[in-house]
Nanobody, 126 residues
Framework: QVHLVESGGGSVQAGGSLKLSCAAS????????MGWYRQAPGKEREGVAR????????EYVDSVKGRFTISQDNDKNILYLQMNSLKPEDTAMYYC???????????????????WGQGTQVTVSS
């Protein structure tokens, strides 16, 4: 069982930046798919970005391309999401997710992940 803990959320004005972190409770080797999802009130959970820990492959939802960057620190077992040029529509609870093995299916299908954190709130004001 992998426990994930997110941090780094907060309130910023539009155009600002935040960096989310996701700390894993155990060693994440080079055979994991890890991702970031978000859910705004009244909306379904949306895939934001994911990566495979064994290579350079990443995937982003169109709405964040060029603004968000997903990355990992293997030594510290931490997954990051750098968010720049934030918009009010980015406001949501952000969740970290992980699954052993390669990334499968589509980014939009959150059921592809086995482990989830509790989330960190991001609020962007106009």
């Amino acid at each position: 069982q992998v426990h994930l803990v997110e941090s780094g959320g907060g309130s910023v004005q539009a155009g600002g930046s935040l960096k989310l972190s996701c700390a894993a409770s155990e060693y994440i080797d080079a055979n994991y798919c890890m991702g970031w999802y978000r859910q705004a009130p009244g909306k379904e959970r949306e895939g934001v970005a994911r990566l495979f820990t064994g290579g350079a492959w990443t995937e982003y939802v169109d709405s964040v391309k060029g603004r968000f960057t997903i990355s990992q620190d293997n030594d510290k077992n931490i997954l990051y999401l750098q968010m720049n040029s934030l918009k009010p529509e980015d406001t949501a609870m952000y969740y970290c997710a992980a699954r052993p093995g390669i990334c499968i299916g589509t980014l939009g299908n959150s059921q592809n992940f086995d482990y989830w954190g509790q989330g960190t709130q991001v609020t962007v004001s106009s």
